[in-house]
């Protein structure tokens, strides 16, 4: 059994910046597939970026030159940097695992993991 557990969110003004970590139950960055998630109140939860095995890493449109997925495989840890943060970049963030490799195509798609995080509350202001 894998655990995720998310820090870092909190409440920024736009343009602002973020670091959102995900720490893992165990060493896991090179074994399992990875990815950022968000679902803002009232709408499905969406990918964000994702990471595969072999470092592989894909970004959603949204947030293509803004977000950076980047791996600490010493501390077990994944994580998310949000820089010129817009208001519509307000949600719950979750992180998510698969064993494996995904396709690069699956790493956006919520179906693809099997284990989730509590998720961490970002809020964007204007």
């Known amino acids: 059994q894998v655990q995720l557990v998310e820090s870092g969110g909190g409440s920024v003004q736009s343009g602002g910046s973020l670091r959102l970590s995900c720490a893992g139950s165990r060493y896991i960055y090179n074994r399992y597939s990875m990815g950022w998630f968000r679902q803002a109140p009232g709408k499905e939860r969406e990918g964000v970026g994702g990471i595969n095995t072999d470092g592989t890493i894909q970004y959603a449109d949204s947030v293509k030159g803004r977000f950076t997925i980047s791996p600490d495989n010493d501390k077990n840890t994944l994580y998310l940097q949000m820089n010129s943060l817009k208001p519509e970049d307000t949600a719950m963030y979750y992180c998510?695992?698969?064993?494996?490799?995904?396709?690069?195509?699956?790493?956006?798609?919520?179906?693809?993991?099997?284990?989730w995080g509590q998720g961490t509350q970002v809020t964007v202001s204007s």
């Open positions: 998510a695992a698969k064993a494996g490799r995904l396709a690069w195509w699956a790493l956006l798609q919520r179906s693809s993991y099997d284990y």
